[in-house]
Every structure is written in structure tokens, then in C-alpha cells.
């Protein structure tokens, strides 16, 4: 088999960004993005994919990237009416984003998979860079709180993400679909994005047939964690409930353990990470031009490691 | 049984504007507007019905009156984007309009029935008007064309209501709810509003146990055709072709036949009406002022005839 591929595999927004830059610089031929579904909701009867969305989005320049989630230019008027009407609220869907759930549901219904509904809006985006769901099945995140068990978006949304969680969990028997099996078979290098280990990595990895694949194949991280801090999301607080261990970079390199052969952190962050080839640089990416500086210096020291060419 | 309700019944646009005249002349508890729903279609996966929205709209004072259907300030942001991703977009939905169908879907879904559904909708619109779907169940009205049958709002709207009507026919074994059933035994005056007789009346008309109920009670049809044009629906072709008679408010009144016992009609197209009992009046209704004013004389009409006190 020819190994040509560079297979990313990612959650929602900081993972979006990285492969923003990534996309500019690999030909779509040569880059595939496998993307988290457990975060995967029905709202207003609607399938919502917020990581499926993000990424789509983020790679069609239509992000918006102030905000951290949905579409820029955005407006609510559906999400105010719907309040009028006493309806949930405490997930917003705007009215451009209404549209991507409303033919991902119809689609859906007619009987496409996830993986072609998502080509076809990625069609319809003009997004070039193969976006593929992890799975066509459901894959639920679970978080068990103190208070009960919350599916993902209600936990981080409605929830916040305050109630402490006890333990991370997916329901369902979900298998990885033959496009990501496909593109793991042919991966050269397979980077993980600086997404969250626990809620957006590791639904990839549970799927049947993943981690095998990651074996034989060099895997590079970039952490999600700097200088000891997380961007928005939560998890500096799950790596100190879940991990038992303080949130840095060097938590997220034993959290992959021997999944892992090269990782790109904070510059000084490097310390104490126990992998041979670390790489320290800029690694937050709070414009376009970060993340494409970040993903041409993860892609030339994937060349200095021979990972790439 | 003390019959002190004025009944309505009624499909669209020029229903409405009447019922917002009689909304504001006869108290919430001795009102109700039974509508037609046997133009309800379910685009995008939403169950939308568009004579009760209407109604719901412009008793509400929020029916976006200039254009004839819809919101008022209304945006088409997710439209627009279904476009983008080739979806359907030849029935146009708003965005504040959506919150309507989404809510009406989701309850449906729960279990509600349509006419709870409606009430709850009233209520966060502050309607106080009872508004009676004329029935739960589904009752499509359907289109027979020369080039195959359609339902109606795709004849209406996607095909611009161009192709000849050769039969109009209702599919489903629909019964009229208990609420409809109970507010015309109820009835001390039905008005039938200036709606397309064949494709808004006949739906309710045509369900078990209404028009018996017509019977014993006075029933004051307000002509839709004046001088010799409808407004803008498909009424005056239809009458050509279906009822094969001239558009005048006198084929109306034959169309209804013994069913009618007064008529309000425009100025000028009294003669030849077969009724004893007719008043000829400004009866286009262009403004809140002119529908209430057309409701204060048929109101006035009925008083002078005994049908109301």
C-alpha cells in the first residue's frame, strides 16, 4: 500500500484552526480530516454536528471566529422566536447554521450517510479537503456528574461544563466508517489536533479498528494545553478530575502514552515530555496567518523527523 | 344548547383580514376561526401549515401584510443558505417563520395534537381567538392535472398555480376534532370568510358531521369575488374550469347553494344572488381599518337579520 496520506483527526474549534492552516498548505488529495460526532445532538429535531460544523465552516472561511462557534454574519431570529414560544433555548442554532441542520436532517432521512450528507454540504461550501464524520452511527459522549448523566452539549452548553465530571463514557456501539478506515490504511503521518484527549480524541480512538491503524504509522499531537491552560473549553478541569494529574503539556503526552512518537507544544512547554522528537513553537492561533504558520512549522519538522514529504 | 358562538370558517389571506375585523368586535369567548389545513406540507422536515400560520400571523398583528404571507421584518438568512446547498427552496420559509415549524414539528412529535399545538402557539403569540385546526389528522388537498397530480401548495407555489385544475379531491380519512364539532353546536351565526370555496371551505366542509351541523343555523358567506376578479389566488380560473361559470360573487353563492343563508358582497354585485338576504359593501380589505370596518357591517347585517345580538 502507498502510504501518501496525512490524516488529522479532530474536535471542534482549536483543531479547526490548525487544519485551516493545514488546508492551505497539503494538497486535498493528500489531507483528510476525521472529525468527532460524539457531541452529535438532535435540537429542535434537527441533527446538529457541532464538530462536523465547526470544521466544515472553519475550512470555508465562514467561521466565526470571535465568537468561537457558528457562522459569521450570523443572525438569530428563528432561536428568538422559538424563546417567544417557550421552546429550548440554551443551544443556539442560527438561522445561516439552521440551514446546514435542516438538510443534514432531510438528507439524513432520505437515507445518505453522514459521511456523504457531510460531502454534500462540504460541496455546497466549497470546502476541497475531505471532512469525514468518524462514524455514520451514533456515538454518544456521556458525562457522569455528581448530579446525573448529562449527554456532552448539555454538560459544557446548558450545564456550562461546572458540574464536575466523574467519568467520560460513549453509548453506543458505533463503528468507524470504511472512508476513515480507509484513510488511516493509507496515512503517511497521522497528526492529532490540539483538541481535547478526552471529549474529542478519544471518541476517534475507541472506534474498532482505530488505535490498531495508529500503530504502524507515526502520530504526531499538538497539545492542547499552554503554559498550563486550556483555550475556553474544560479541559484543564477534566485533566485534573479524569487525569488525576496537573493540566500541561506534558499531561497530554502521557494521556496518549505509546500512541504517540513526536509532538509540537508551547515553546517551553518541551520540558520533562517523554518522547524523543518534541518540537516547541508558537502554538496559539488566534488569527488565519497563526494557523498557518503553526501548520507549516508542524509540516517541516514532520519532514525533519521523515514523516512527510 | 345555549348557542351564543360566532364561528368562522376560513383558509388564508382574505380570511384572515375579516377574522382580525372580528377579532377585535367579538369577545375571545364567543369567537372562534375554524382553518382549513388541508394545505398543510411538511418542507424541510417541518410540518408547516400555512392558513393557520396565517391566521395565527395577522390576528397577532405580526403577518407581514403587503407581501401576503409570512412574518412581518422577516429574514431569509437560512434560505438562502439551503440554496447554497442545493436544497429545496422553492416554498419560502423565513426565519422567524422556522420558529413556528420547528416548535408545531417538535410538539407534534411529543405526542401533541395540532390542536394543542396551535394553542400553545397562540399563546406565545398573545392570540386570544380560539383558532381551530379543522382537523388533527392529515387531509392533503390535492391537485389532478393534465400533467399528473399534485398537492397543493406545490401546484400553488412551486408551479405558480399555472397548470389547468381539473379536480380537486382530499386525501386521508380526516375527522373534523371535537373542538370544531363543539363549536358549531355551539353556533349561533357561522360566517364563512372570503376564501377560495374549492381549495379553502371544501377541506372543512367536507369532513363527517360539518355540514349537517350547518344546518340548523344561520350561515353568512362573504363573496372572495368582486367584480368579477378574486384577489390574487387561483379562484377565478378555477371557477371557469371546476365550476364551469363566469367568476362573480353570484357563482359563489351557487357554488354553496342551500348551505348559505345571508351573503356579503362587494357594492354593485348584488343581483341575480338567489338569496333574500344580501348586503352589498366595501368588502376589499387593504387595510386593518377596512377589515374592521367590513366586520362591523356584516356584524351590523347580522343583527338587523336576527343571526346575532
Known amino acids: 500500500m502507498t502510504r501518501t496520506q496525512l490524516v488529522y483527526l479532530s474536535g471542534g474549534v482549536g483543531g479547526a484552526r490548525l487544519a485551516h492552516g493545514l488546508a492551505r498548505l497539503v494538497a ?21 454536528s457541532p464538530d462536523l460544523d465547526t470544521m466544515m465552516y472553519t475550512l470555508a472561511d465562514v467561521a466565526d471566529v470571535e465568537r ?5 454574519g450570523e443572525t438569530f431570529e428563528a432561536l428568538a422566536w422559538v424563546k417567544r414560544y417557550g421552546g429550548p433555548s440554551w443551544f443556539a442554532l442560527g438561522d445561516r447554521d439552521l440551514a446546514t441542520h ?3 436532517s432531510e438528507w439524513l432521512r432520505d437515507g445518505a450517510s453522514l459521511t456523504e450528507v457531510t460531502r454534500r454540504l462540504c460541496a455546497g461550501l466549497q470546502v476541497a479537503t475531505p471532512i469525514l464524520p468518524m462514524s455514520d452511527e451514533r456515538c454518544e459522549t456521556m458525562i457522569d456528574t455528581d448530579g446525573g448523566t448529562l449527554g ?16 467520560v463514557w460513549f453509548r453506543g456501539a ?16 497521522v497528526v492529532i489536533g490540539p483538541s481535547n484527549p478526552y471529549v474529542s480524541i ?17 502520530v504526531l499531537a499538538v497539545s492542547p494545553i499552554v503554559h498550563g491552560r486550556a483555550g475556553k473549553g474544560p479541559l484543564a478541569a477534566m485533566l485534573e478530575t479524569l487525569g488525576r494529574t496537573e493540566p500541561s503539556a506534558r499531561s497530554i503526552a502521557s494521556h496518549y502514552g505509546e500512541l504517540l512518537t513526536a509532538m509540537v507544544v508551547e515553546r517551553g512547554d518541551e520540558k520533562d515530555i517523554p518522547l524523543r522528537a518534541v518540537l516547541g513553537t508558537d502554538t496559539l492561533m488566534h488569527t488565519r496567518q497563526h494557523s498557518r504558520a503553526l501548520a507549516a512549522r508542524l509540516l517541516e519538522f514532520a519532514v525533519e523527523l521523515g514523516y512527510w514529504t
Chains 1, 2 share one sequence.
Open 28 to 48: 486535498a488529495d493528500r489531507l483528510s480530516c476525521i472529525v468527532n460526532t460524539g457531541d452529535d445532538l438532535v435540537h429542535w429535531g434537527l441533527h446538529v
Open 68 to 72: 468561537g462557534w457558528g457562522l459569521t
Open 102 to 104: 435542516i438538510m443534514r
Open 152 to 167: 456532552f452539549q448539555h454538560w459544557l452548553v446548558a450545564e456550562r461544563a461546572l458540574p464536575p465530571v466523574r467519568r
Open 174 to 189: 458505533a463503528r468507524a466508517t470504511s472512508s476513515v478506515l480507509a484513510a488511516l490504511d493509507a496515512a503517511r503521518l
Open 202 to 218: 478519544e471518541p476517534i480512538l475507541t472506534l474498532p479498528g482505530v488505535r490498531e491503524r495508529l500503530r504502524g504509522v507515526p
